[in-house]
């Protein structure tokens, strides 16, 4: 977004967005209605607090809320720091404990824009088979869907095409970010690999409790499901904004070949 709408509009928008109405935001954040539309209309000049605590009901994404700052005078709360600065050492060493407490299953550490910034060793077996050029600047979203990454070797393609466009569409409705809606656009012109479709067709004998992921790997299909790991509590922007994706084995024999997989890299 930029900055030169009225911080009235940002918050609207954001209001709208949440599906709230006025009467509701204001219950919400104990503020008057009154005193609300006053500012979203520009009548009224929000303080820097107030601009926090509407912020914080809204629960908008720490990089709008500097955006929203910086509209209505003020200057930017968050830092936004790279994983690699001294300031977020301590928090690139609990990602990197993180990572390698769960080999030999793959584990991915990913920012907003699903770019992966680390990884662990048991990603190798994710990451087999894919096109050098996709791994220069990995990002997962592409590595999994693109005809050159992973999607030839996912036997539930639409399936778990699908979970994914699904998972990234509602992280565009949080977060309203237009990057991700270009890489919406992009991953949704991907041609599906040979003999699969893009429905979400499932192929189970029964009702799974999650959408796995059934990779083939060699002459064998591991079967993972996915958990997403995140900080609880960021005032950078940085760290609000990344994720670990650790996939654990959805079952005895997947486990057993990754910790076999694991045994034969060492």
């Not at 918050?11 to 539309?37: C, D, G, Y």
């Not at 914080?56 to 809320?65: G, K, S």
């Not at 209505?72 to 994983?83: D, H, I, K, S």
């Not at 991953?187 to 999650?210: D, E, F, M, Q």
């Amino acid at each position: 977004m930029g900055y030169q709408r009225a911080v009235g509009e940002y918050l609207r928008e954001w209001r709208q967005r949440r599906r709230m109405s006025q009467l509701e935001l204001s219950l919400e954040a104990e503020v008057s209605s009154r005193h609300l539309s006053f500012v979203e209309t520009g009548r009224a000049q929000p303080s820097r607090d107030m601009l926090l605590h509407l912020s914080e009901t809204l629960a908008i994404p720490l990089r709008e809320r500097n955006a929203i700052l910086l509209a209505g005078g003020f200057a930017p709360v968050y830092g936004e720091r790279a994983l690699d600065d001294p300031a977020l050492a301590a928090a690139r060493a609990a990602v990197d404990v993180v990572l390698k407490a769960s080999e030999p299953f793959p584990a991915l550490a990913i920012d907003r824009l699903w770019n992966i910034v680390a990884s662990n060793a048991g990603a190798a077996a994710l990451l087999a088979d894919v096109d050098p050029a996709l791994l220069e600047k990995p990002n997962a979203l592409r590595i999994a869907l693109h005809p050159d990454g992973v999607s030839p070797r996912i036997e539930n393609y639409g399936e778990w095409r699908a979970h994914l466009l699904a998972r990234l569409r509602q992280q565009i409705v949080s977060s309203a970010d237009p990057e991700l809606e270009a890489l919406l656009e992009e991953l949704s012109a991907y041609k599906a690999p040979p003999g699969a479709t893009r429905n979400a067709i499932g192929a189970h004998a029964a009702p799974a409790i999650v959408v796995p992921l059934r990779l083939r790997h060699g002459d064998r299909t591991l079967t993972f499901m996915s958990t997403m790991t995140v900080f609880g509590t960021p005032v950078d922007v940085t760290l609000s904004e990344l994720a670990i994706e650790t996939f654990f084995p959805a079952d005895s024999e997947t486990a057993n070949a990754l910790r076999g997989l694991a045994a034969q890299a060492r």
